[in-house]
């Protein structure tokens, strides 16, 4: 019987070089082989069952915000879900009551509302309406900056005030002051 050391010493290189090869050519395979075992449904940004991933979870919510022991802002949901970590809290169907230094409360509704808590601003998005003692103020969309207690429109506004009908193109409130201003392309009916 004869023995190949040459062989033998080639089938033991291969063994060595084999995962050195590997390792080596990771970046080159390292993302089609992460693809190839992510779940379809978190590739999406979906959790299991095909729903949003998040942090956390809450059902029937009441968050309220107070300054010198005045509550200021009042947002009641149904559902609220975090996203992006902990900086982005989403709510469904907010209901929001904002007070600011008036004592005319104003309330928000909209399908959904975003909270950007390291900047301060809430985003109401679907069908929003915003409701004070004297004024009614429909758009797709507005933020609320809760540090300047002002409430924007960059989308088209419908404002019912007095006895006028107020359509634009943007809108600003101000709840400290009480002024609000309708902007581009304003229309404004009297009856």
């Not at 390792?23 to 089609?32: F, Q, Y």
Request: proline share 4%; hydrophobic share 40%.
């Amino acid at each position: 019987m004869k023995i190949d050391f040459q062989k033998i010493t080639h089938s033991r290189n291969l063994l060595w070089q084999l995962p050195l090869l590997v390792v080596v050519l990771s970046p080159i395979w390292w993302g089609a082989a992460a693809d190839f075992l992510t779940i379809e449904a978190i590739k999406h940004g979906q959790g299991p069952g095909g729903h949003p991933q998040s942090s956390f979870t809450m059902q029937q919510v009441k968050i309220s915000q107070a300054e010198n022991g005045k509550e200021e802002i009042r947002l009641d949901a149904p559902r609220l879900y975090s996203k992006s970590g902990q900086d982005v809290l989403v709510f469904e169907e907010p209901v929001t009551r904002l007070v600011g230094n008036s004592e005319k409360p104003v309330t928000i509704k909209g399908g959904s509302a975003v909270y950007e808590t390291n900047k301060q601003i809430i985003t109401l998005l679907d069908d929003v309406e915003l409701n004070s003692p004297d004024t009614q103020v429909n758009t797709s969309a507005l933020r609320y900056m809760v540090k300047y207690k002002k409430v924007k429109s960059a989308a088209s506004v419908e404002v019912n005030t007095n006895g006028m009908r107020i359509i634009g193109t943007s809108f600003f409130y101000d709840l400290v002051s009480g002024d609000f201003r309708v902007g581009k392309r304003v229309v404004c009916n009297l009856w």
